[in-house]
């Protein structure tokens, strides 16, 4: 089955400036690419998505890029807010939707003013 | 528009007591799912209904956990006996269809003394 590794864990920046979060996923075959942000004690939502015909998508401060060769996406907020503050899971699917998601572990997250 | 509810927020039990968590999905929705979420760990699927059809239960544990669907609205998803090891926050995921976009339920916490 599929197999999805991000980094960091953990991650602290200071306001304004930047956030990347790394996935790498182990099966060619994976097609979507979902991002979920969790906020302490929260449900996990839904921010940016992407799909294996597209390299890059953005939205707003949010952007996500696919590297199908290298098998990795990622994860870029510019201009960090405190409220970006919480945990980022990345997710891949072999369906091509959002059916069969296999998540990463997770990255918190910290904006510091 | 109401989110997918879930009830209890929280539940302490002891071990080898058993434990229902219910999910409201929602309105519409007809593809529920339940995932298991490990502290400091992404989402596991456990099971996936397509309305009152088990499409996709190969991840839950037959020997204790049951999952139901009635009518194809709200499930329940059920422990017994519940172990230590089991004491994790239970998700509910809904999606209008099976290849549309996964919406959260806030979690049910179980802590298994």
């Known amino acids: 089955g599929e197999n999805v590794e991000q980094h960091p864990s953990t991650l602290s920046v200071q306001e304004g400036d930047s956030a990347v979060i790394k996935c790498t996923y182990s099966?060619?075959?994976?097609?979507?690419f979902p991002w979920y942000k969790q906020e302490l004690g929260k449900r996990p939502q839904l921010i940016i998505d992407?799909?294996?015909?597209?390299g890059e998508k953005k939205d707003q401060r949010i952007a996500v890029t696919l590297n199908k060769t290298a098998k990795h996406f990622s994860l870029h907020i510019t201009e960090t807010q405190p409220e970006d503050s919480a945990v980022y899971f990345c997710?891949?699917?072999?369906?091509?939707?959002?059916?069969?998601?296999?998540f990463g572990t997770g990255t918190r997250l910290q904006v510091t003013l | 528009e109401a989110g997918v509810v879930q009830s209890p927020r929280y539940k302490i039990i002891e071990k080898k007591q058993p434990v229902a968590f219910w999910c409201n999905p929602i309105?519409?929705?007809?593809?529920l799912y339940w995932y298991l979420q490990n502290l400091g760990q992404g989402p596991e699927l456990l099971i996936r209904?397509?309305?009152?059809?088990?499409?996709?239960d190969s991840q839950l544990p037959k020997d204790r956990f049951s999952a139901e669907r009635l009518k194809g609205v709200d499930s329940t998803l059920k422990i017994q006996p519940a172990e230590l090891g089991d004491s994790a926050v239970y998700l509910c995921?809904?999606?209008?269809?099976?290849?549309?976009?996964?919406?959260f339920g806030a979690g049910t916490r179980l802590s298994v003394l």
């Open positions: 997710a891949a699917s072999l369906t091509g939707t959002a059916s069969k998601l296999t």
């Open positions: 099966d060619s075959a994976s097609n979507y």
């Open positions: 992407i799909r294996s015909n597209v």
């Open positions: 309105s519409g929705h007809n593809t």
């Open positions: 209904y397509e309305n009152e059809e088990a499409v996709d």
């Open positions: 995921a809904s999606s209008l269809e099976p290849r549309t976009v996964q919406y």
